[in-house]
């Protein structure tokens, strides 16, 4: 994984590049795009620009459905709660944290 911005440029360009010429597919990408989102995220807050303690996704309880893991998902306007097993999800909100206490509150 990227160490600063310039290495993460990089690797996202070639990224694409590969998935252009067919050598990854979509999982490999959804999955890099999770890797890139907490580099984002952690460099961010190492430098300052974000509170660490507004956007802490690191417990996201299981499902309450099937016991699978969840992720935030990202909207043009918003955020919400998904299992990456059976798909189920939250409503959507403007706030993270909204989202995961709403999420991990669920019985």
């Not at 890139?36 to 499902?63: A, H, Q, R, W």
């Amino acid at each position: 994984m990227a160490k600063n911005w310039k290495e993460m440029n990089k690797e996202f360009q070639t990224m694409w590049q590969k998935h252009d010429r067919g050598e990854m597919d979509s999982t490999e990408i959804s999955g890099y795009c999770a890797d890139l989102e907490t580099m984002v995220m952690n460099f961010l807050t190492e430098n300052g620009v974000l509170d660490s303690t507004v956007l802490d996704t690191s417990y996201i309880k299981p499902c309450p459905f099937c016991g699978g893991t969840a992720e935030t998902k990202h909207l043009v306007q918003g955020v919400y709660i998904q299992c990456k097993h059976c798909e189920v999800s939250s409503k959507s909100f403007m706030d993270m944290n909204d989202a995961i206490s709403s999420w991990n509150a669920r019985i």
